[in-house]
């Protein structure tokens, strides 16, 4: 259904939409010629008038002498069913507002359209540039798209220099000292409203940062630039990204909201059976720990017996996937190519044993940011993966720059990473892109992007000099990271001292790295430690073993950013119910109550939960596992060391 507005009805008054729920009111109006949007909810304010505009290089500004053309509403509510995720549907319920608008002093004959959706859990809008005889390719100099929030809130984000693809800690600041911070940026106001500010289907733009004015409590977008300082150059794709807002009354409501994924296109490939998440462990913290290498030589971690041998942990555990890095020349120069394996990687034989097994392997391409190289043998290396039955690519970025000149939040990079994503779907590979840039959703387009870094993972408490990730990350990532989408931290470390970097470690308890497994969605989950330090944890290993990576249901009974946090989740194939609770740098109880369960069923809880004397410097290991019959009347308590944490499976009996 819709409806336009005539024109005869315009004057500068506000144009309005609402969510279906009545309770997010959104206003667009003009004021001298400048197009402003604003927001409430529950007749409380949520973003002041907030400006609108684009700067041009070499042409008038979309910024003033906006006269509105047309106003047309629509409204829209569709149930769909993702290919894995954290619930198996999701409802898609939103009002539209677009208005199109002309500039007849500044640009004669030019128009644009702004459109805007308001869900139950928040906003979303967007800039369209439809081509016209007025308006062909450009080059967008500036977004002037501003946040105007009416108090100083709280916000937690991540600057944008000096931290290479977002992996650095949240930082929490009040709004006006963000500084250019990266998306996600999280904020809670003085009455514990939730919001994130972030961005929906990044297709061949440039990442939205925002930025900070010092006295202030409006963010505005700041878009990374090429290098030559051109922001956009548009082409084909004649749509900005959406801008977006999620409002909620809790932190939990927060990480449940959907709005970015329905934000994206419908699944774009037909045949989808081969997109399966997997639990995997690799030949990979090996190399961290400096035990192997990934070159060539006495220590070479990627040979054909220890994938083997890794294949046959897999398969007696339960995993269905091996990562093997180093697989491919040359390690050493990182001139790498993706055509041949080194010789001593049989990678017929390997993936010929792995089918036997039913183990995949995991392919790696890591192209230390050198674009042009990947690109030119990108193809060869998925059909070499392709004609030896791989389903799944782990791809690496590491480097300050793409090609030496461009930023990996750039338009640059985000038409490769496009690129790469559209390009393996054809082979039937599914992508775990390393070093990327900000995830917005695509995994709704493109369910083959399965998993991504753009965090500050468990590699760091291998190598940092100073210090691993401390006790509240892991507990902050969640309400802050993890609202771009799947994480690939690769949790579930068992050996806490570092033999490389003794001043750097793990910086949690045992049954929290469990707990972990359960809290950071990723549809393919890594078990990151060497199989011999789980071969001499059997019992706490087994909790991974079969906890599932694609669910039904998703809630959190407990969360408070950097602070703590519960999340259940049911499996997507069978009755059964994980918990993994953790805390931050405080030893506490989580008190979970399980109204989830369902009525009237009792189940067998086998908990895993930190030992009386659990800490996470003294003694990280202690582990209890126990078992007790539980019902959706049952308040679970799991007391927790610092930076503790319990995991449970509740199945139905
Ligand atoms: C950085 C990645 O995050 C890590 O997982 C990988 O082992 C190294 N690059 C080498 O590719």
């Known amino acids: 259904m819709f409806w336009v507005v005539g024109i005869h009805a315009m004057g500068a008054r506000p144009y309005g939409v609402s969510s279906p729920d009545e309770r997010i009111n959104l206003k667009v109006s003009l004021d001298g010629g400048r197009l402003y949007y604003q927001v409430d909810r529950d007749g409380k304010t949520i973003l002041n008038p907030s400006r609108l505009g684009i700067k041009l290089q070499g042409a008038p500004d979309m910024t003033d002498g906006f006269s509105v053309v047309n106003v047309v509403t629509d409204t829209f509510a569709e149930t769909w069913h993702p290919v894995w995720g954290e619930e198996s549907s999701i409802d898609n319920r939103y009002n539209e507002l677009r208005i199109t608008l002309a500039q007849k002093k500044t640009a004669p004959g030019r128009r644009i359209s702004v459109v805007f959706r308001v869900f139950d ?71 514990g409203l939730h919001m994130a500010l972030h961005e929906a289907n990044l297709t061949d733009y440039a990442a939205m940062n925002v930025q900070s004015t010092p006295g202030s409590n409006t963010l505005r977008a700041a878009l990374t630039p090429w290098s030559t300082g051109e922001k956009v150059r548009v082409t084909d794709v004649r749509v900005s990204p959406w801008r977006t807002l999620v409002i909620a009354d809790n932190a939990g409501d927060m990480m449940l909201s959907r709005l970015m994924l329905n934000l994206n296109e419908p699944c774009r490939i037909t045949d989808t059976s081969w997109i399966k998440p997997q639990r995997y462990i ?38 269905g996937g091996v990562l093997v890095e180093g697989w491919n020349p040359d390690w050493q120069s990182w001139n790498f190519d993706y055509r041949h394996p080194y010789d001593d990687f049989d990678i017929e034989a390997i993936t010929r044993y792995g089918r036997e097994k039913g183990v995949a392997l995991i392919g790696h391409h890591e192209t230390g940011g050198r674009v042009a190289n990947y690109e030119a043998q990108m193809e060869d290396g998925f059909r070499l993966y392709r004609d030896n039955g791989m389903n799944y690519v782990k791809t690496g970025y590491v480097g300050d720059l793409l090609d030496d000149k461009e930023r990996h939040s750039s338009q640059f990079g985000v038409r ?51 210090g691993g990730n401390p006790p509240e990350h892991t507990v902050t990532l969640p309400f802050t990271r993890g609202l771009a989408g799947p994480m690939d931290f690769t949790p579930v470390i068992f050996r806490f001292e570092n033999e490389v970097m003794p001043q750097t470690r793990v910086n949690t308890t045992l049954a929290k790295q469990l707990a972990l497994f359960v809290i950071l969605y990723s549809p393919l989950q890594m078990a990151s430690d060497m199989i011999e330090n789980y071969e001499s944890n059997p019992g706490p290993f087994s909790f991974v073993c079969d906890c599932p990576v694609d669910w039904d249901r998703t809630v959190y009974p407990e969360a408070e950013i950097g602070k703590y946090i519960t999340t259940a989740r049911k499996d997507k194939n069978s009755d059964s119910w994980y918990i993994g609770s953790a805390t931050g740098a405080e030893a506490r109880t989580a008190e979970i109550p399980l109204t989830f369960l369902d009525p009237g069923c009792t189940y067998r809880a086998t908990i895993y939960r930190d030992a009386p004397e659990a800490d996470y410097v003294t003694n990280p290991c202690p582990v209890i596992i126990e078992q007790r019959d539980v019902t959706a009347d049952t308040v679970l308590s799991l007391p927790q060391g610092r930076s503790g944490g319990a995991a449970v499976k509740l199945s139905k009996i």
Not at 151 to 162: C, F, I, K, N, Q
């Open 121 to 191: 859990d928040g906003i979303g809008f967007r800039y369209e540039f439809p081509r016209q005889a007025s308006l062909g390719d450009f080059v967008i100099a500036d977004e002037i798209t501003e946040f105007a929030f009416p108090a100083t809130h709280t916000t937690w984000s991540l600057p944008v220099e000096g931290i290479r693809f977002y992996e650095g800690l949240f930082r929490e600041l009040p709004v006006d000292s963000v500084g250019w911070a990266s998306t996600p940026v999280t904020i809670r106001t003085a009455e």
């Open 416 to 466: 490769h990473y496009r690129k790469v994503i559209e390009t393996a779907a054809k082979y039937n590979l599914a992508i775990d892109n390393h070093e990327p840039v900000i995830p917005t959703g695509l995994q709704r387009t493109y369910p083959n992007l399965m998993t991504q870094e753009g965090v500050r993972g468990q590699e760091w408490n291998a190598w940092n000099p100073d």
């Open 282 to 319: 690799g030949i990979w913290w090996v190399y961290h720990m400096k035990r192997n290498t990934w070159h060539a030589g006495p220590e070479h971690g990627a040979t054909t017996e220890n994938t083997m041998r890794h294949m046959d942990f897999a398969a007696k555990n339960n995993f």
